[in-house]
T-cell receptor, first 112, second 110 residues
């Protein structure tokens, strides 16, 4: 079974803090993704990576950066958290040859 | 933005009833996926469809890849309370990204 894990289920941070969200997958998938999910807006792609050290912007990259130093790990960084970044953050991974994405359990981030 | 039209937006059904939902698009897709998300959790893959016309079952769930490649359907037979959740369709056209529907909220009365 594919397993995607995220470092925290719930996180509370203050405005201006630097925030790291970690994602690890154990299936040797080439592709990894970060989404945010908000009521009424659905799933929106922030960044994705198709290889180590490679990254591409998704639909809403502003205010975020990512890091992929190892194949199994993909980090989402909020350089200076703001209240409008309060959201559910979901990580996913997939093989390069198949587009089926497998999701982690999510991190509910609250920025005060 | 989203390019998949998913309907209905929500359903409130009696336990034991069958459920149908669908996703449509004006564009052709090469892969259709169906996910279920429970409150506070990430989406879980239910069914993946890779060929036009394909009909695939997973227990009480059956999904079809439309012959035009512009739509997909998910049916749940004999619903039970644990079927409650949000059901998402997703499609792949090109590149590495998926396009998602807005979700169908399913509630079951027992």
């Amino acid at each position: 079974d594919v397993k995607v894990t995220q470092s925290s289920r719930y996180l509370v941070k203050r405005t201006g803090e630097k925030v790291f969200l970690e994602c690890v997958q154990d299936m040797d998938h080439e592709n990894m993704f970060w989404y945010r999910q908000d009521p009424g807006l659905g799933l929106r792609l922030i960044y994705f990576s198709y290889d180590v050290k490679m990254k591409e912007k998704g639909d809403i990259p502003e205010g975020y950066s990512v890091s992929r130093e190892k194949k199994e790990r993909f980090s989402l960084i909020l350089e200076s958290a703001s209240t409008n970044q309060t959201s559910m953050y979901l990580c996913a991974s997939s093989l390069a040859s198949l587009y089926t994405q497998y999701f982690g359990p999510g991190t509910r981030l609250t920025v005060l | 933005g989203q390019q998949l039209n998913q309907s209905p937006q929500s359903m409130f059904i009696q336990e034991g009833e069958d459920v149908s939902m669908n996703c449509t698009s004006s564009s052709i897709f090469n892969t259709w996926l169906w996910y279920k998300q429970e409150p506070g959790e990430g989406p879980v893959l239910l069914i993946a469809l890779y060929k036009a016309g394909e009909l695939t079952s997973n227990g009480r769930l059956t999904a079809q890849f439309g012959i035009t490649r512009k739509d997909s359907f998910l049916n749940i037979s004999a619903s039970i309370p644990s079927d409650v959740g949000i059901y998402f369709c997703a499609g792949h056209r090109y590149g590495n990204k998926l396009v998602f529907g807005a979700g169908t909220i399913l509630r079951v009365k027992s």
